[in-house]
């Protein structure tokens, strides 16, 4: 085949497939041709701006609140909070005890009791509801810290942030409270140490967490340490020092004693509940005290205090054996009769706010708190 022949015979195939085989088919079988279909589509498919304006609305979309403002202290109604920010909550009204629910997050307060405890965890927030003929109200650092809401105080209303979110102070990852079983325990609280140097848990059953009491629901609820009892001498003049680092979460400075009348009458509340002393009076009875959240879910508290360390306000990180205050008898039958008489303090500890001694025999309640305390 000549060269001429050749040209011929090309010729002959480009017609040949520019006749008979579709266009659209070799469109698709050419590489080339592919290829712009992908910037097509980046060009054709939307850019993602127009969600991210879209999202933003969503996040700061707030509900408007009504408010008061008593003593420079925002409020809220509760039942307000409830339908804006679709949240439930429960008082009973024999313990004193609030509980709010926001999904899995529950808080709970307690009545003339500055505290706030976020799934078991006690924040540094003072706070307390304000309960009025049938009306609760809660303040605003309450729907801040507790339920994650950006509150935004405008001069006649409040706006509230619709979304919550973790706050800062919140703890997340609960751990499993080993209840019940006394190596566990032991082990779960081994970073704790003794509250007052030189002092050894307890020889006296009825100073034991578990102990028999006429009132306060017929239980003792912490640990005693009396002069007699501890190994070393005890009275007003003998530092309280933390178990444990921490964050203080109360601090009754402003702690007023009650008068004699006023302690019997409180008490007698706790006789007509059927023995079943208030929580919230049960609170009274603490006296001036200190509490301190530690890692773990771990809660300690130091009552019936004569005094409190200057610096040892809510929101303060401590160090473990920092003092605290000072060992006193307030809020006790000796307390408010203004005498020296049974000066001890009472150390409480709570795991998520759940008292840890169901269960054990005082001798298993003593060979824990010596394993974790007396070292
Ligand atoms: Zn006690």
Known sequence: MGKPSLLVAVAILVVFLWLFVPFNLLNQHLPWHREPVKPQEQTASPPPRPEKPEK???????????????????????????????????????????????????????????????????????????????????????????????????????????????????????????????????????????????????????????????????????LDYFSWTSGISIDSRTPVLAVADGVVVRADHDYQEMSEAERNRYLSIGVQNEG???????????????WIQHEKGVLSRYCHLSSIQGDITVGKRVKKGEVIGYVGNSGTSDGVKRSNAGMHLHLDLLIYGEWLWEGFTPAERRHILQSVLDR
């Open 276 to 290: 079943q002393t208030p929580q919230y009076i049960l609170d009274k009875m603490r006296g001036r005290s200190v």
């Open 56 to 222: 933003e609305e969503r996040l700061s979309a707030k509900v408007e609140v009504p408010f008061r403002k008593e003593e420079g202290i925002v409020t809220f109604r509760l039942s307000d909070l409830k339908e804006k920010l679709r949240i439930d909550y429960e008082y009973d009204a024999r313990e004193g005890v609030l509980t709010i629910r926001q999904g899995k997050v529950q808080l709970t307060m307690l009545r003339e009791a500055p505290v706030l405890s976020r799934n078991g965890v006690y924040l540094p927030v003072e706070a307390y509801p304000i309960i009025r003929k049938g009306e609760i109200r809660i303040p605003a650092v309450v729907v801040e810290e507790g339920l994650g809401r950006q509150v935004e105080i405008r001069e006649d209303r409040a706006l509230i942030e619709q979304n919550a979110s973790v706050p800062a102070m919140a703890e997340t990852g609960r751990r499993e409270i080993p209840k019940g079983d006394a190596r566990a325990l032991i082990d779960y609280l081994s970073f704790l140490d003794t509250p007052i140097q030189g002092a050894r848990v307890s020889t006296k059953d009825s100073h034991l967490p578990g102990a028999p009491r006429p009132y306060r629901n017929g239980v003792h609820e912490g």
